[in-house]
């Protein structure tokens, strides 16, 4: 009893260092965030106490609220639609605090996987280097800050993934995030305001047609919601509650719905081909129920098909028939991508360094002969972007990372596979195809340091760790144990 007792007087000790360190980062924060005003670090230190206090005791909103930060914009959504300071800057600190709360006092161990850490660490080496070469320095140093923020946040986000139920947490989030922003969507699209843009959730692309959600551009909303689509479909299928399922394939209609709404050519043919590579890996029943959900999915998706978004995402084919670009923006992205080879040749080793594309973009443009319109000085595709700022080596070590991921999705499903848990190998699928659907959007769009992309790729490597937690934790929920509660 009394060595009970001594051990309880310990642990309350530790809570109590782990919220004075708490209060003492949140007085940090609100310093930060506050701009130095007394009232608001006051305020911002308060909430940022209790709210360290309840993500100690309930570490799953942590989970949530960092999905939804990072694949929601949501920093970015509340500045500029609520006048909210930038929450950015308390995602780190909040993260470390949990992290560190829930070991000290709880004994839960981060994840931490040595290969994505290697990828991460050889991702912001490349950016260092890279600065010292660039034409202007400046801006590959911003660049690098950028990235070095981006990856803190995505590393602590990967390490959450040991708490219990932080896997379905995460695909839950994502899931609802789509349900959501596709029903603002499309209840803006039918009987709601076309002006409005519902709280930053229903954008609309320079207040024209095309449905940007909660991004600025409707490509990187396309990019994310096909990321989404194969989540909602995987837990339409394998949830093992009907209303779970009925609400995942909602989500899936509404996610598609949003798809066709940003009128992107890119997210069309990666959601597509994303649902594709989830549907050959499944067992025959399961592909007929998938059919199933898609005609489900794809009757509810011609709500909103009208005549001018079908003519644009007819010129997919028209490109294909002919090579010729059918409209401006595609002859942009040629322009753009004419730019990005054109700097690859001339630097084909090291590249022009960290965000230089734009530094050098108009002069190389000039000597092509190709057409400057103001804004379009990037370059339009991730690949080509690496090409061009990290050259060859840069895009050597960015697909080895892909390929690391796969390989890791394939094993992680094997396992899964090979220890008859179906269920969690659909998961895994769902993992590789959100992933893959994302990285061919990215053929399209640019950014090799976006949080969403490398928190994907971060779940990807560590997927086999995963998915062994989550199937050691269902052993112990079936036959618990008294000697080893669950934390």
């Known amino acids: 009893m009394r060595d009970r007792a001594i051990s309880d007087q310990g642990g309350r000790l530790r809570a ?25 670090i006051a305020v911002l230190g308060v909430i940022a106490v209790i709210g360290a206090a309840v993500l100690a005791q309930t570490p799953l909103l942590g989970v949530i609220g960092i999905t939804v930060a990072i694949f929601a914009n949501l920093a970015d959504v509340l500045i500029v639609y609520f006048g909210f300071p930038s929450i950015n800057k308390l995602l780190a600190p909040g993260l470390l605090f949990l992290l560190s709360y829930r070991y000290l006092i709880n004994g839960d161990q981060p994840l931490v996987d040595g290969t994505f850490l290697a990828m991460t660490v050889t991702l912001l080496t ?40 932080a896997f379905d947490a995460f695909v839950a989030t994502l899931v609802t995030i789509g349900f959501v922003v596709g029903a603002v969507g499309l209840f803006k699209h ?19 047609p095309r449905l940007s959600g909660f ?23 394998w949830s093992e509650r009907a209303a779970a399922r009925l609400y995942a394939l909602c989500a899936a209609a509404l996610i598609c719905i949003a798809i066709i709404l940003t009128q992107s050519r890119g ?95 108009q002069d190389t443009a000039n000597d092509l002969g190709v057409i400057f319109r103001g804004g379009d000085r990037s370059p339009h595709s991730l690949y080509l972007e690496v090409l061009s700022e990290f050259g060859a080596i840069g ?38 195809a959100a992933l893959t659907a994302h990285l061919l959007a990215q053929c399209f769009l640019q950014g090799p340091a976006k949080r969403q992309l490398w928190l994907l790729l971060g779940v990807a490597v560590a997927l086999p760790a995963i998915m062994a937690l989550e199937r050691d934790r269902r052993a112990r929920a079936a036959v618990p144990d008294q000697a080893h509660p669950a934390t």
């Open 267 to 361: 997210a069309l043919l990666a959601g597509l081909a994303g649902v594709m590579i989830y549907s050959i890996a499944m067992d025959r029943r399961t592909i007929i129920r998938l059919a199933l959900c898609g005609a489900v999915v794809g009757f509810a998706a011609t709500v909103v098909l009208s005549d001018q978004i079908a003519a644009r995402f007819s010129t997919i084919l028209d490109m294909a028939a002919t090579g010729v670009a059918m409209d401006r923006a595609v002859e942009g992205r040629l322009g753009s991508w004419a730019v990005a080879i054109r700097l690859f040749l001339d630097n084909p080793l090291q590249g022009v360094g960290a965000g230089n594309f734009s530094v050098k973009y």
């Open 126 to 165: 490349v950016y260092l280097v890279s600065a010292t070469y660039a034409f202007s320095h400046t801006v590959a140093m911003e660049e690098l800050n950028e990235a070095l923020r981006n990856m803190i946040i995505v590393v602590l986000a990967l390490a959450c993934f040991r708490i219990r139920g």
């Open 190 to 208: 039918t009987i709601g305001d076309p002006d409005s843009h519902y709280w930053g959730l229903a954008r609309a692309a320079h207040d024209g």
């Open 215 to 237: 991004m600025a551009d409707p490509n990187d909303f396309g990019a994310i919601l096909v990321a989404l689509l194969p989540f909602a479909l995987n837990r339409a299928l």
């Open 16 to 40: 109590l260092a782990a919220l004075g360190v708490a209060a003492l980062v949140a007085v940090a924060m609100g310093w930060g965030v506050g701009g130095g005003g007394v009232p608001m």
């Open 395 to 432: 895009l050597a070590l960015l697909l080895g990372a892909v390929a690391v991921a796969i390989r890791r999705v394939i094993r992680a499903a094997s396992q899964m596979q090979a220890q008859g848990d179906m269920r969690l190998r659909a998961s895994c699928i769902a993992v590789g």
